[in-house]
């Protein structure tokens, strides 16, 4: 059995590799698909994403009531993450920022004339920072040498930016570089975010988060309907309501 080397931060170096791994095989698996079966594939990726955003969201949205009933909690949690959120996001324009960076990133790499690289991009880097695994994941590496939530989070990441990447080109590859910013900076802040993180601010993080997803899924099949980074703040939010 292979050890891989441990250090702070090794979780993300490990998630990173999976992503550009997968991303490169669904790119060669790609190659071989005509463009209808690409479709296909692009709205099964779409299905699967809403899903799990949807699961994912139930499991914190509703509890058994003492009387063995399904009741609905965090509602106004929700409601408030995402007004307050939202509109923080509008005013700063994170989405707008995001696509410059992409377009950026875009030209540095020499994919100009790839006319799908930034909707890969932006679709596939919010996918994979969005949610609890993506910041409990880096607090636990840095604190406690300890890269399980971030290993699982790997396999996980590899399965789905395959399909992606088939479907939607080399702009998913690059999401590596985002999660490798994003999770990079929660290992650094770790000591600094691992009080905040209770119990409480993690499930409100993962209720939040999986609408985000969700979202991202809304926009994979109906094309962008949804601005998902612009309610990036309402993860913080969240957060702060625990």
């Keep these: 059995m292979i050890e891989l080397p441990t250090f702070p931060g090794v979780g993300t170096v490990v998630n990173c590799v999976a992503l550009i791994v997968g991303g490169l095989l669904g ?3 790609g190659r071989f698909l005509n463009e209808k079966l690409q479709q296909t594939l692009h709205m099964s990726c779409a299905i699967a994403v809403i899903f799990i955003g949807i699961g994912a969201t139930m499991t ?3 509890s058994v009531n003492v009387e063995g009933g399904l009741e609905m909690t965090g509602a106004m949690m929700m409601i408030a993450s995402l007004t307050i959120g939202g509109l923080i996001g509008e005013i700063i324009d994170i ?3 995001f696509e410059r960076f992409g377009e950026w990133l875009k030209i540095k790499t020499g ?3 790839d006319n799908k690289f930034l ?3 932006v679709t596939a880097s919010l996918t994979f920072c ?3 695994m993506s910041v409990l994941g880096p607090i636990n590496d840095a604190l406690l040498g300890d890269c399980t939530v971030l290993y699982m989070k790997s396999v996980l990441d590899m399965i789905l930016i395959m399909v992606m990447a088939a479907s939607m080109g080399k702009g998913c590859v690059f999401s590596s570089v985002s999660v490798g910013l994003f999770q990079g900076a929660m290992t650094i802040f770790a000591g600094l975010l691992a009080p905040l993180m209770t119990e409480a601010a993690l499930d409100n993080l993962s209720y939040v988060g999986n609408i985000l997803i969700f979202s991202v899924g ?5 094309g962008k309907k949804i601005r998902v980074a612009n309610l990036l703040p309402a993860l913080i939010i969240a957060v702060a309501q625990a």
């Design 218 to 222: 809304i926009n994979l099949m109906f």
């Design 119 to 121: 909707d890969g991009f």
């Design 27 to 29: 790119l060669t698996i």
């Design 60 to 62: 914190k949205m509703l």
């Design 130 to 132: 969005i949610g609890a």
């Design 95 to 97: 989405d707008g920022k």
């Design 111 to 113: 994919n100009e004339g």
